[in-house]
């Protein structure tokens, strides 16, 4: 996520706004399905552990601008008491002297307005009501996505007045369906279903674009039957948009899935006698109300072999359980499927919570309209009034490392530092490390104390102390001056037969020691030619954070090297695209794992073969961060030589 988080701001002591979606339903006074107040507990557990002062506000059904007590937070407010276990004070107000009172005298709980759609400027945007809002806060974070494609005055007109910022739930929001929709890891299928082509229109023509495969399921393949001259009896078809269904089988080819057997009935209820058809034997006077066995079965041969999936709208009548064999049987094979899996859309949320599998999709949205506009390409309003977060070289520093490897002893060691330092004395827009032999050490921390240079060392062990022979501790590289390590180097896995287990126990303890890891990843030759690259990668950076919690340190406290192994002192060139190629996926996984503002912060370098004469496209890659040196490092003028290309870049 490029958005400015709510992990950026300094929330201590400040009265914060925060928009949540708390359109929950209502029943006798008690709220039956409170799944939207769950979700952005995160964020507002995140404020309160922080020290800051929230108050809530969202929307509760469609009040006409005017109080309403079939609408009021007052439910709301019990249940969220409970499920938080903090006191919650409600506020019959969302404005004025009332709200600026509760934030000066309560200060063990959080705050919970009333009901936005009580007040006729909300759905206006009205900027005076806006700035009734904002009067009494200090800082504004949106964590409602399930109505960020709404221009209101919650939404919009507030965060242009204060410092604002994604929740964690927007964040990951985005960060997911940015990953559908800006780099799906393939085969990528997308599955739509829902009453009308219509409403899915715009929604099919990107998928058909993005995806390799478009599985139609639901009422509104009966407006693709007609338009191929199908039987479809009394189902429900546009007739408006026969031509655009055609258009978009022409476009589209073998790539749209329509189904090939469906669930007929007269009516749509429990105990309504069914038939199961072929669609091209579709009775006159029937209705199709859900996709059949044979539609199931083919649609799972799709999912089973995708790697990423986007599924919005049921497959049929899911409330009426004889419909809702088609739902049950494409969820059942996303759920067991390996993909990463995104859903969205409350008719398919209820389904898919109806059937107990909400825990086995990868991430369910919690916006309906929101995330279809949004996976279209569609500008949110909601979300392009958020800042963008602060980019820059400072931001993510561009990071060159020499390593020495086993090379130097403390005289050539001094006499190295002595003649590079003069000359990368102009380098100030990026970090500079030599990871020299534990030998030199001492040496290099100790001539480059007070300069931009890090002293770091190739390797430790992850206990403190005790019968390791031949090791070296985190405290033993604090007490001499290193400030970072390299951890799980190609060489010592395939030499010294370094494993994933042992990579992550190091990355842990220097995290935890305040050491900086440079965690080095990479796959063989032969993994590349088997087409395992990303298994291999991907598993090794997934095993890092065995012990480490992706979500609970900064981006900052560690950095990643990839490696093509097959690519350094073979002879071999990997192209500077295929460096982009592989840290880009790299950054993708790190935003699964830690979140988008995780990933945006942690450091990526390319640890090939570089030289000054790629060093210029290899740091002109968006994705790649510096690089991790070896042959070429080991003279001074030519490692000076590569920060200085690399600072050419930058400038």
Known sequence: MNKRSVRDLDVRGKRVLVRVDFNVPIRDGRVVDDARIERALPT??????????????SHLGRPKGEPDPECTMDPVAIRLEELLGVPVLKLDTAVGRE?????????????????????????KNDPEFSEQLASPFDLYVDDAFGVAHRAHATTVGVAKLLPAAAGLLMEEELDYLDRIRLHPERPFVAILGGAKVSDKLGIM????????????GGAMCFTFFKAKGLETGNSLVEEDYLEEAKHLMSEAGEKLVLPVDLVAAEMMEEGAPSK????????????GLDIGPETVEEFKSYISRAKTIFWNGPMGVFEVDAFAKGTEGVARAVAESEALSVGGGGDLVAAVRKLGLEDEMSFISTGGGASLEYVEGRELPGVAVLPDKERSWMARRPLMAANWK??????????????????????EELDVAIFAPFTCLHAVARMTQDTPVLAGAQDFYYEDSGAYTGEVSAPMLKDIGAGAVIVGHSERREIFGETDEMVARKTARAVSAGLLPVVCVGEKGAERDAGRMWERVS?????????LDAGGIRGGAIVFAYEPVWAIGTGEVASPEDAQDAIGKIRGLLEELGGGSFAEEVRILYGGSIKVGNIGEIMAQKDVDGGLVGGASLEAGS?????????????
Request: proline share 5%.
């Open 44 to 57: 507002i557990r995140y404020l309160l552990e922080r020290g800051a002062r929230p108050a809530l506000i």
């Open 99 to 123: 709200v600026e009172e509760a934030l000066a005298a309560f200060s063990e709980g959080i705050v919970l307005l009333e009901n936005s759609r009580f007040y006729p400027g909300e759905m």
């Open 539 to 547: 598993g090794q950076v997934r095993a890092a954070f065995e012990y």
């Open 639 to 651: 490692f000076a030589e590569l920060v200085n290309g690399a600072r050419a870049v930058i400038e």
């Open 205 to 216: 023509q990107s998928m058909l674009e993005l995806a390799d495969a478009l599985l139609i």
């Open 406 to 427: 086993m090379n130097k002893v403390v005289r050539e060691a001094e006499v190295y530092v002595t003649h590079l330092l003069p000359r990368i004395s102009d380098a």
């Open 276 to 287: 199961l058809v072929g669609v091209e034997e579709f009775p006159p006077g029937l209705m």
